[in-house]
């Protein structure tokens, strides 16, 4: 019951995802939140207002001069009785209207009303959630901090397929559920993030493809749930998230020092770094010159940073990450147990449009006991998920 006592306002606006809200209702109250559902006269369209009242238990609000409904519970009582105000599915339209401030119907304007934590879960075509007026609006919304879950790639009701569609009832309650900051509230967690790089000479280097921005998305997700995190990062371009203690690596070996030095006491060790398995056996000490039509280079092996760490006396609960491009689950499975890890998080780098440099990215998340599979979806939102699922395990295996 993660959501025991909370009053949750949920906004329906008119897309066709709303056919889902009923069980989303379902679900929320199942966790122990009283729910009250405030629906446009576009969504109601979509799904049956009396369909919302009867899983909720609680009339359905719908205009903002209906005298019945402001004698029974004002718009402005309303909006000071909710917790959260999550809005599911949130159209485009939806998006642009707070964004402005606009207040020309119930929903805009408890928005306006609500000191609640505000939640979205878009929906809308993949086009439109393209455009730049939409993403604009978003990241409006955003930096006022309001929290955006999802949207989810697939199959689209319009027949196009990418990134629009609602996150399912069961994903939206899965991060509602992790948003508290008590969730890894005083732990401490222990992140690599980005690649390494492996000098050859004093002008090149060997390196992973990799962004950082799954790492530093975790990371993010582990701050917001409470944690103490030090994010041990290789070269990228990203800014650090607000709120952990950055600690810049080059090298794997680089990389290794570091995590060692931050490890004591650590509650959790999460490896998202793309580490070079390799390194240069010599590094040059001038520029390599073209004279021969071909090259040799020695490798040595790298330290196995995960490896050490789930191997240390007093080992964190550690999460290694298997990104490959064939027999993902076989591999990564292999990899759990012979890394001696708590949890494996596998994606497959063959799939389009997911991973590496990606906004987006999907994974198979295995432990001992069980697996969970997270859908495509934001690196934001999948590190929000993952981090709720380590939670969760880590609890288990705590308790
Ligand atoms: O063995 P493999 O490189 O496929 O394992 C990937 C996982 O191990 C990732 O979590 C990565 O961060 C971690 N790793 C590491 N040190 C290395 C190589 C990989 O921490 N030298």
Not at 93 to 107: E, I, P, S, V
Not at 166 to 187: R, Y
Request: aromatic share 4%; proline share 5%.
């Amino acid at each position: 019951m993660l959501l025991a006592n909370k009053h949750i306002l949920l906004g329906v606006t008119g897309g066709i995802a709303a056919y889902k809200t009923p069980d989303l209702v379902r679900k929320l109250t199942a966790q122990g939140a009283t729910v009250r559902v405030v629906i446009t006269h576009a969504a109601a369209e979509f799904v049956s207002p009396m369909s919302l009242q009867a899983v909720s238990g609680n009339p359905v609000h719908h205009t903002l001069l209906d005298p019945a409904a402001e004698a029974a519970m004002g718009h402005i009582e309303l909006a000071k009785w909710a917790d959260i105000l999550l809005i599911a599915p949130a159209t485009a339209n939806c998006l642009a209207k707070l964004a402005m401030g606009l207040a020309d119907d119930l929903l805009t304007t408890l928005y306006l009303a609500t000191t609640a934590k505000v939640i979205l879960a878009p929906a809308m075509n993949q086009q439109m959630w393209k455009a730049p007026a939409t993403q604009v609006n978003l990241s409006t919304l955003q930096q006022r901090g309001v929290s955006v879950l999802g949207p989810a790639d697939g199959e689209q009701a319009c027949g196009d397929v990418g990134v629009g569609r609602m996150l399912e009832p069961m994903d939206i309650v899965c991060q509602l559920t992790a948003t508290p900051t008590e969730l890894l509230k005083g732990k401490k967690v222990v992140i690599t993030a980005g690649p390494t790089r492996e000098e050859l000479d004093p002008v090149r280097y060997i390196t992973n493809h990799s962004s950082g921005k799954m790492g530093y998305a975790i990371a993010e997700a582990a701050v917001a749930a409470g944690a103490r995190v030090e994010l041990i990062s290789g070269p990228v371009t990203l800014s650090p998230p607000v709120g952990c203690s950055l600690h810049n690596a080059i090298s794997a070996e680089q990389m290794h020092q570091r995590v060692m030095q931050n490890i004591d006491e650590a509650d959790i060790f999460i490896a998202t770094a793309a580490v070079a398995d390799y390194r240069p056996k010599q590094v040059a000490s001038q520029k390599i010159k073209k004279n021969n039509d071909e090259l040799t280079l020695t490798f040595v092996k790298n330290p196995d940073i995960l490896k050490d760490v789930a191997n240390l006396p007093n080992a964190p609960f550690t999460v290694g990450f298997a990104a490959e491009s064939e027999n993902v689950e076989t591999y990564a499975r292999k990899k759990l147990v012979t890394k001696k890890l708590a949890m494996i998080a596998a994606n497959d780098i063959s799939a389009q449009g997911l991973g590496f440099n990606s906004d987006k990215n999907a994974l198979h998340v295995i432990w001992k006991e069980g697996e969970k599979k997270l859908p495509a979806t934001s690196k934001t939102s999948l590190a929000q998920s993952l981090i709720a699922l380590i939670a969760e395990q880590y609890n288990k295996k705590s308790t």
